[in-house]
């Protein structure tokens, strides 16, 4: 089987807690949902396939491109989704968020 490569952009003044409990939300909703499908047989390449919970990445990047390439070679395959901070050319901060879900 595949996977799909999936990602989120926050605003980046939020602490790692607010990243965690928000993934924890958007993870929960998703399998909540594919819950309700009578055809759900697992696959579905969206955040109902990703493990709770976030993992955090030890710098902050100097490009969206460079943390995106970060994100996408680290990421693990039924893992929980791997979050790192990026700076804009004009110094704003933002999360980065992806994680692979299998389909």
């Given at each position: 089987?595949?996977?799909?490569?999936?990602?989120?952009?926050?605003?980046g003044g939020?602490?790692?807690e607010h990243i965690e409990n928000y993934m924890r939300k958007i993870i929960k909703e998703?399998?909540?949902?594919?819950?309700l499908?009578?055809?759900y047989y697992g696959y579905s390449g969206t955040w109902g396939e990703?493990?709770?919970g976030c993992l955090f990445a030890n710098k902050t990047f100097e490009s969206?491109?460079?943390?995106?390439e970060y994100i996408f070679m680290n990421a693990?395959?039924?893992?929980?989704?791997?979050?790192?901070?990026?700076?804009?050319?004009?110094g704003e901060l933002f999360w980065l968020i992806g994680a692979l879900a299998s389909c």
């Open positions: 089987m595949g996977a799909e490569f999936l990602t989120k952009r926050l605003e939020y602490e790692k998703a399998k909540y949902h594919l819950s499908d009578k055809e990703v493990k709770e969206e491109e460079e943390c995106y693990v395959k039924w893992g929980k989704p791997l979050a790192a901070r990026y700076r804009t050319p004009s």
